[in-house]
Antibody, heavy 126, light 110 residues
Framework: QEQLVQSGAEVKKPGASVKVSCKAS????????MHWVRQAPGQGLEWMGV????????RSAQKFQGRFIMTGDTSTSTVYMEMSSLTSEDTAMYFC???????????????????WGPGTLVTVSS | QSVLTQTPSASGTPGQRVTISCSGS????????GYWYQQLPGTAPKLLIY???QRPSGVPDRFSGSKSGTSVSLAISGLRSEDEADYYC???????????FGGGTRLTVL
């Protein structure tokens, strides 16, 4: 069945970097994009960015630009997100979510989230 | 402060119909499609409604979506205890060039 499997929980110190993986299975990896969405404890959802794993093009939210990188590996159907200069405010559950398009797929707006990974808890603490 | 505005909480009794609203602007829900996600406690979100009013396969027809102006709404009929969850709306925002979410509505089944 279609699923996304994410890497395990991470504990990092302030100022460190973290890399989280998201491995897809059960569908044609190159037909979809991949988003990253995070959720701080007790808070709502926050979109971070999206990657086209085939071409490598990305679009990220302005607040994360400069310290947030997304990469993809089509040979293993895996996408990665790496975030640097972590602070306590980055403590959150990080979800990957498949981007699906069934219309005019030229625009980022067309790629909505249709399948979610279970999440990876990243804790930033000294 | 979320770009899309949802009331923080809603409630209903079993069998009742409840509606959850999401208010946006011309740059997001007014011009682009709205989406709804259900997040059960301790789990990842799940797609409920896409493109304003379309249901993915497997989602019961008790769930329906609509759009009016710059607002999108989610209606749940025949409320069940298992519907108790957080519900989020989402849309692409042309001004921000980003996906934006509502702050979420916690639905309680009394």
């Amino acid at each position: 069945q279609e699923q996304l499997v994410q890497s395990g929980a991470e504990v990092k110190k302030p100022g460190a970097s973290v890399k989280v993986s998201c491995k897809a299975s059960g569908y044609t990896f190159t037909n979809y994009y991949m988003h990253w969405v995070r959720q701080a404890p007790g808070q709502g959802l926050e979109w971070m960015g999206v990657i086209n794993p085939t071409g490598g093009s990305t679009r990220s939210a302005q607040k994360f630009q400069g310290r947030f990188i997304m990469t993809g590996d089509t040979s293993t159907s895996t996408v990665y997100m790496e975030m640097s200069s972590l602070t306590s405010e980055d403590t959150a559950m990080y979800f990957c979510a498949r981007g699906h398009c069934d219309g005019d797929c030229y625009f980022w707006a067309a790629w909505y989230f249709d399948l979610w990974g279970p999440g990876t808890l990243v804790t930033v603490s000294s | 402060q979320s770009v899309l505005t949802q009331t923080p909480s809603a409630s209903g009794t079993p069998g009742q119909r409840v509606t959850i609203s999401c208010s946006g602007s011309s740059s997001n829900t007014g011009r682009n499609y709205g989406y709804w996600y259900q997040q059960l406690p301790g789990t990842a979100p799940k797609l409920l409604i896409y493109k304003n009013n379309q249901r993915p396969s497997g989602v019961p027809d008790r769930f329906s979506g609509s759009k009016s102006g710059t607002s999108v709404s989610l209606a749940i009929s025949g409320l069940r205890s298992e519907d108790e969850a957080d519900y989020y709306c989402a849309a692409w925002d042309d001004n921000l060039s980003a996906w934006v979410f509502g702050g979420g509505t916690r639905l309680t089944v009394l």
